[in-house]
């Protein structure tokens, strides 16, 4: 699903990220739906910054994108990692992970606490200190801008799980 030359700068680290956007959680979770999208992966970078990478397959209809040639790739790079906890995550090779819910809220001292939940009952937080740096790509691993187009409601608007 990642395009080779995408995957091979996320694991070495050598992401134009200089070039990215840079948004708080809560600016990029109003801007764009991540729910219906499919985690591709997390990547944390424990050797420079301590900064973890969220691979994320958009849902163009969701996020009303036109993307003929498949879905685009959102990359989220969270500084500064204090920690990241999994909940309710099992063990399963085959499954993709659709988002259904995503929310921050700020902890203490800059660090925000953001959690996304899957379809699966799988819950991911990350604590991190903000603002986060954002690129998309297409399909084919080719930089491409995202619309700012407002994002669609959430179906579990009321839920919450940040505590």
């Known amino acids: 699903m990642i395009p080779d030359q995408l995957a091979k700068h996320i694991a070495n680290g050598t992401i134009a990220w200089g070039q990215a956007?840079?948004?708080?959680?809560?600016?990029?979770?109003?801007?764009?739906?991540?729910?219906?999208?499919?985690?591709?992966?997390?990547?944390?970078?424990?050797?420079?910054?301590?900064?973890?990478?969220?691979?994320?397959?958009l849902d163009a209809v969701r996020n009303k994108m036109k993307s003929p040639a498949g879905a685009p790739i959102l990359l989220v790079r969270f500084p500064a990692v204090a920690s990241i906890s999994l909940w309710d995550y099992e063990k399963s090779e085959r499954i993709r992970r659709r988002v259904a819910r995503a929310q921050t809220r700020s902890v203490s001292d800059g660090l925000s606490k953001t959690a996304i939940s899957d379809h699966r009952g799988g819950h991911i937080f990350i604590?991190?200190?903000?603002?986060?740096?954002?690129?998309?790509?297409?399909?084919?691993?080719?930089?491409?801008?995202?619309?700012?187009?407002?994002?669609?409601?959430?179906?579990?608007a009321g839920a919450h799980i940040l505590s």
């Open 21 to 57: 956007e840079r948004l708080a959680v809560a600016q990029l979770l109003k801007r764009y739906a991540l729910e219906d999208s499919i985690w591709l992966g997390l990547q944390i970078d424990a050797s420079r910054d301590g900064a973890a990478t969220a691979v994320i397959l």
């Open 127 to 156: 604590v991190h200190k903000e603002p986060v740096r954002v690129l998309c790509f297409t399909a084919q691993g080719k930089r491409t801008r995202l619309n700012a187009r407002p994002k669609a409601r959430s179906r579990d």
